[in-house]
């Protein structure tokens, strides 16, 4: 039985949380690309780019960085999931401990693109001036 561009998004979902990079890795297109707003607080505390490209480098990202920043207490509460043709939304609160000890708390919505069967693009949206107070402790004037 073949799955549609929603199943594939779930299954995807669950193997991120196995932090299995070859695993992960079977999700993706050779020439997939993960793209976040730059400058957002996860790629600065991990000195990672926040647009990734090839499927190894968001595989060891999801599998080796993502547990360096986030260190226990991961949880994701899905708010939404929806799809359309070859794109899937997909909302969600995650919560976490910081390798700083601080709690993370914070609201993203994921843009998935899908090819053949595989994501091919992922654009990430969330409250940047949150994470970096949750993660840097920055107080961030509304101006």
Known sequence: MELNNKDI???????FAQHD????????????EWVAPAGN???????VPSH??????I???IADDFPRLFTRDVDIDFRGLYADGHRVI????????????????NDYCFVF????????????????????????GE????G
């Open 90 to 105: 997909v909302e969600e609160t995650m919560t976490a401990t910081l390798a700083n000890g601080n709690s993370y708390v």
């Open 113 to 136: 693109e899908l090819r053949d069967g595989l994501i091919r693009r992922v654009r990430e949206y969330m409250d940047t001036a949150r994470g970096h107070h949750m993660v840097f």
């Open 21 to 32: 990079a070859e695993r992960i890795a079977e999700f993706f297109s050779d020439d997939a």
């Open 9 to 15: 998004v779930i299954a995807a979902w669950r193997s």
């Open 139 to 142: 107080q961030v004037s509304a």
């Open 41 to 47: 607080a996860t790629a600065m505390a991990l000195n």
């Open 52 to 57: 990734m490209v090839g499927r190894q480098a």
């Open 59 to 61: 595989a060891r990202f």
